[in-house]
């Protein structure tokens, strides 16, 4: 087994829970919902990426393969796409986070025939991310600021069920599976009936984590924009407003780079884009594991963190400071909090 099973999982591990404290610390300075939803997220990361340490480290178990698969294929990314859900709750990306929701149902039940005995809980999985990811849209056109609420509401409740499954599914002796050539843990010891659940939670966590960060990036760069006509027909609207953002955003590349290499371009900006590309690389790396490629599971986890991390400290508007309950580190300019 290679060395690099331990420590990047390590690594992973101990940079989410650093990068935790610095989250919660911020949110018990400024109270914004968005920082405490992350800050958990991350604490789930950190879970998740630890129970892989022990395990290459020091051998796996039944419990700490249950933790691990509970925590990493339906917390983390759930967690920090609510957060993203939370921050951008002003802005009409409640749209997008409801269809990426049902968009996770429809994958759940698509996935059912690969997992003999699956039907029903792709069903009611499918189900179920229709109901809330509608839920959500209609929040977000009809009062805003409860699409957030009924986001984590529904993540909520999820949770609350799938950790009762994963906790008491039968598993296969030992009691936990990894990949015999590169020893990283694989979710085949669990029935089919939760693999396909796993949908409406780390799929629809992921795109909101990763696009969510591209269209803060978009909001906060200057703006060339090719599409500005107003659709006010329902449906049509959000799509033409989808569309609108993917040209308009590609359109703006060039003048961004130029603020960029003058200095004027807001933090924000190269923030979001290495957050949005932390958030994708573990995305596809943990997408490639469930298909049996495995060797870039624990670099991909690890390149995320860090990336994801580094986008935090480039923002200002995230990070004024640094606190571990005092200040370690301070921004110049930005006013130190009370100790």
């Known amino acids: 087994m290679s060395a690099l099973n331990v420590w990047l999982p390590l690594g992973s591990s101990v940079l989410s829970f650093l990068f935790a404290a610095f989250v919660l610390d911020q949110w018990w300075q400024r109270r914004h919902s968005f920082q405490l939803v992350w800050a958990i997220g991350l604490l789930w990361y950190g879970v998740s990426a630890g129970t892989e340490f022990i395990g290459s480290a020091f051998g796996w178990s039944e419990p700490l393969y249950r933790a691990w698969y509970l925590m990493g294929a339906f917390f983390v990314a759930s967690y920090l796409g609510a957060g993203t859900i939370y921050l951008l709750a002003k802005t009409r990306f409640g749209y997008f986070a409801g269809v990426t929701i049902v968009i996770g149902g429809v994958l759940s039940f698509a996935f059912t025939p690969l997992y003999p005995g699956s039907r029903t809980a792709g069903t009611i999985a499918f189900a179920v991310a229709f109901a809330g990811g509608v839920a959500v849209i209609a929040a977000t056109a009809l009062r805003r600021g409860l699409a957030a609420h009924i986001a984590m509401g529904i ?19 030992p009691g936990w599976a990894v990949d015999a050539t590169t020893g990283v843990p694989v979710g085949t010891a669990f029935p089919g009936y939760l693999r396909v659940l796993t949908g409406p939670f780390n799929i629809a966590g992921a795109l909101c984590l990763v696009f969510g960060a591209i269209y803060s990036a978009y909001v906060y760069m200057p703006k060339r924009k090719l599409l500005r006509a107003k659709v006010q027909t329902p449906v049509l609207a959000q799509l033409y407003g989808l569309a609108a953002v993917s040209v308009n955003l590609v359109a703006s590349l060039p003048a961004a780079v130029q603020a960029l290499l003058q200095g004027r371009l807001n933090s924000r900006v190269p923030a979001t884009l290495l957050i949005a590309l932390g958030a994708f690389i573990p995305g596809v790396t943990s997408g490639l594991n469930r298909f049996g490629v495995t060797w870039s599971f624990f670099l991909g986890e690890f390149l995320g963190v860090v990336l994801i991390f580094a986008g935090f400290l480039v923002s200002e508007e995230v990070f004024r400071n640094l606190r571990l309950g005092v200040t370690l580190w301070s921004r110049s300019g930005a006013k130190p909090a009370e100790g």
């Open 155 to 173: 993540l909520l409740i999820g949770s609350l069920a799938v950790a009762y499954s994963v906790l008491n599914a039968p598993l296969p002796q």
